[in-house]
């Protein structure tokens, strides 16, 4: 029987590596408990940027750590000999490309800052689709006598769904319920979704591999994929798309190579190496947009850029959530159909 995978890291350790020097990797840490804790601590790839079972549910009342296990067969393990390509500067193939965007495409959607997006976007949209989905089930099941499992509007596979009916007295009419829980199992749901769906419609060309400044070195984060609408130096935010018209998409691949694409421009030739102004801004928007983490091969001077926050309750409170994370995912899925 396999191991079951409950440390998920949700940037994969094959990436991390790419910053490590010794087997460690230079980090800074946006939030601490106090202002004496160190701007840099150098810490192995295995114990960063994971949480234990965060991609793991349960199953027939059982752990399971499918998502895990598929994320690294179909978007980690392929993408390992094109990064290193890519990182020792050699030709990629057209194979190559498309599996190299299809790890930075993964890596957009499964990581905790996009989990907190993603919740706060459910909790404003969801009540309403429900609303919307249940009505016209309850018109099908008035004029079609159809199923109640057929909530139209809900690719209902993984779903987190729970439907039922409360008859009258009379037997003549009845109250159709559907409800979902917003959490793990439903970011779970999403995740498949986009990586088997919307995946298919990110351009597979159109992507370079710049490098740095001479001097500089990118660093990177615990939420490393960028979706970046941009005007200019002072005008800019990290709600892009992946196809938006002059809309850019950035990953820093190692210290010396970074993935770009901006739509509606030529790519510029791969191994590019920008001028120092560009180079700057985009350390500055690698660091603006990381979560908790930025990952370093060398310390430098971030706290001109973005100042840590200290709070010693935040952190702890945090720390207690993904302690309680396992078991209280669990407790709110009971009862519940995935589909």
Not at 106 to 124: H, I, Y
Request: some cysteine; charged content about 25%; glycine content about 6%.
């Amino acid at each position: 029987m396999s191991q079951l995978h409950i440390d998920n890291h949700y940037v994969p350790q094959l990436y991390l590596k790419q910053w490590a020097i010794n087997g460690r990797i230079p980090t800074y840490s946006l939030l601490v408990a106090h202002h004496n804790a160190p701007l840099w601590k150098s810490r192995s790839p295995k114990g960063l940027a994971y949480h234990r079972n965060l991609y793991t549910n349960i199953v027939n009342g059982a752990e399971n750590d499918e998502l895990e296990r598929w994320l690294d067969s179909e978007f980690e393990a392929p993408a390992e000999r094109p990064l290193a390509l890519a990182t020792h500067d050699c030709r990629l193939e057209p194979d190559d490309w498309h599996k190299l965007v299809r790890f930075a495409v993964a890596q957009d959607v499964r990581t905790p800052a996009r989990l907190r997006e993603f919740m706060r976007r459910q909790a404003e949209q969801l009540p309403a689709m429900l609303d919307s989905a249940v009505k016209r089930v309850a018109d099908k099941l008035i004029s079609e006598d159809a199923a109640v499992h057929s909530v139209h509007g809900i690719e209902a596979t993984g779903f987190p769904l729970k439907v039922s009916i409360e008859a009258s007295e009379d037997q003549e009419s009845g109250i159709l319920r559907a409800e979902a829980i917003i959490g793990r199992s439903l970011w779970h749901w999403s995740i498949r979704r986009l990586l088997t769906g919307t995946i298919a419609k990110v351009p597979a060309r159109g992507w370079s591999i710049v490098k740095p400044a001479r001097g500089y070195l990118w660093p990177s984060s615990d939420s490393p994929l960028i979706r970046l609408n941009y005007w200019n130096e002072n005008n800019y935010n990290f709600e892009g798309g992946w196809n938006a018209p002059l809309g850019d998409v950035l990953l820093p691949l190692s210290p010396t190579h970074l993935l770009h694409r901006c739509a509606g421009v030529r790519p510029k030739t791969p191994g590019t190496r920008l001028e120092v102004a560009t180079t700057r801004q985009i350390i500055r928007i690698i660091i603006e947009h990381a979560d908790r983490y930025v990952f370093a091969q060398q310390e430098f001077d971030i706290e001109s850029i973005r100042k840590r926050a200290v709070d010693a309750q935040l952190l702890k409170e945090e720390r207690m959530a993904w302690e309680s994370w396992n078991s209280d995912q669990a407790q709110a899925e009971h009862g519940y159909s995935f589909g």
